[in-house]
Every structure is written in structure tokens, then in C-alpha cells.
T-cell receptor, first 114, second 115 residues
Framework: AQSVTQLDSQVPVFEEAPVELRCNYSSSVSVYLFWYVQYPNQGLQLLLKYLSGSTLVKGINGFEAEFNKSQTSFHLRKPSVHISDTAEYFCAVSVGGNNRKLIWGLGTSLAVNP | NAGVTQTPKFRILKIGQSMTLQCTQDMNHNYMYWYRQDPGMGLKLIYYSVGAGITDKGEVPNGYNVSRSTTEDFPLRLELAAPSQTSVYFC??????????????FGPGTRLLVL
């Protein structure tokens, strides 16, 4: 069965430092990959997604992610974080293009400290 | 566009009571979803719909019912509330695109407490 593992449940970081949030998935077929962000007391919104083409995907708010098929990973990065990036980040996978049942990771809580 | 709206924002129910969580989207999306989010557990799909009149079960449908009489509305019904249904409920919608990979748009959530 397909699964998504977010390797860190909590990531504390200082403002202006770089950050990487890790996501691995298991699937033997083609996948689409997503990162969503949830700010406190809000719904989720899309940060970026990989469907095909370039393995480096750029999203909103200066985030980017790299799809690595051999490592089955889709890690999220930002070179310099801001206090406003404090949020919960979710990695998700849709298998074979079937978006009706996204498989979600458990989330990574990013805490940016001054 | 308001996007996806949900009402109420917060509700306290007694065990055995029933209620309907409302969800409306104004983007003319054909797909709609209901999720629940429990602390440290990520999102679990309860029900989804691919169009008016068509609904299907997700991972955790027990204790819930849905209907989709219009494109815009996708209410979630709890018939006999139980403490295990204490959670935050999110409605989402997406528009089918060729080849898949649609973006889901989420509402702000309904926080439900069952006592």
C-alpha cells in the first residue's frame, strides 16, 4: 500500500536560517506530489506540487521542493525562513493521478523563533 | 470569490445529538471532500463527491452521512454524536483536470467537541 512519511514531527529553527522538511513516499507507480501549509486556526492551502517535468518545483512564499524518484523523496526547502512561516506543513501523494484519495503525511510543525 | 465556506466555526454537542456541518463552494468545482483532522494524525478522508448526486466513502465514513444535491453544497451529517467524533472537520473542493493532480481548496474548518 502507498504511504507518506514525514520524517520530522517538529522542526524548530531561528529566523533567517535555512530549513528542510523531509517527506518520503512509497509507491511502485507514478505519483503526483504536494506540499500544503496550514497556518494556525486556518484551512490548508497549496504551497507547491510536482506533476511532471523539472524535478525542482518552486512554490509560494519562497519555498521549493525537489522530487527524487530514486530516493522516493520530495523534501521541502526554504533558504531563509521568516517568523510568518510558522505553520504545519503536510506532504501528500496522489497515486496514478487519482486525486480523489490523496494520501497524507502526519505533518511537520515548523516553529520559527526570533 | 469566497472560495470554500464552512458553518459553524465551532460547536459543542452532547453524546447522541445530531448535527449537520455545512460546506459551500463558489468555484463551480466538481469534486468535493470532507476530512477530519485529529492532533498528530494528519487528515483522514471521510467522504467525497465527484459531482452532484454522486458520493463515495473515504477512509473513515462510519458515523457520518453526506449528500450532494447541487454542485455548490456538500453537507456532512452526524446522526448520533460520539466523543470519538471530537475533531476539526475540513471541507475541500477541486476541479477535475485532464491527467489528474488537481489542487484542493480548503475551507477554514469546523471545530466540533462532543461531550
Amino acid at each position: 500500500a502507498q504511504s507518506v512519511t514525514q520524517l520530522d514531527s517538529q522542526v524548530p529553527v531561528f529566523e533567517e536560517a535555512p530549513v528542510e522538511l523531509r517527506c518520503n513516499y512509497s509507491s511502485s507507480v507514478s505519483v503526483y506530489l504536494f506540499w500544503y501549509v496550514q497556518y494556525p486556526n486556518q484551512g490548508l492551502q497549496l504551497l507547491l506540487k510536482y506533476l511532471s517535468g523539472s524535478t525542482l518545483v518552486k512554490g509560494i512564499n519562497g519555498f521549493e521542493a525537489e522530487f527524487n524518484k530514486s530516493q522516493t523523496s520530495f523534501h521541502l526547502r526554504k533558504p531563509s525562513v521568516h517568523i510568518s512561516d510558522t505553520a504545519e506543513y503536510f506532504c501528500a501523494v496522489s497515486v496514478g493521478g487519482n486525486n480523489r484519495k490523496l494520501i497524507w503525511g502526519l505533518g511537520t510543525s515548523l516553529a520559527v523563533n526570533p | 470569490n469566497a472560495g470554500v465556506t464552512q458553518t459553524p466555526k465551532f460547536r459543542i454537542l452532547k453524546i447522541g445529538q445530531s448535527m449537520t456541518l455545512q460546506c459551500t463552494q463558489d468555484m463551480n468545482h466538481n469534486y468535493m471532500y470532507w476530512y477530519r483532522q485529529d492532533p498528530g494524525m494528519g487528515l483522514k478522508l471521510i467522504y467525497y463527491s465527484v459531482g452532484a448526486g454522486i458520493t463515495d466513502k473515504g477512509e473513515v465514513p462510519n458515523g457520518y452521512n453526506v449528500s450532494r444535491s447541487t454542485t455548490e453544497d456538500f453537507p456532512l451529517r452526524l446522526e448520533l454524536a460520539a466523543p470519538s467524533q471530537t475533531s476539526v472537520y475540513f471541507c475541500a473542493s477541486s476541479q477535475e483536470i485532464t491527467g489528474g493532480g488537481e489542487t484542493q481548496y480548503f475551507g477554514p474548518g469546523t471545530r466540533l467537541l462532543v461531550l
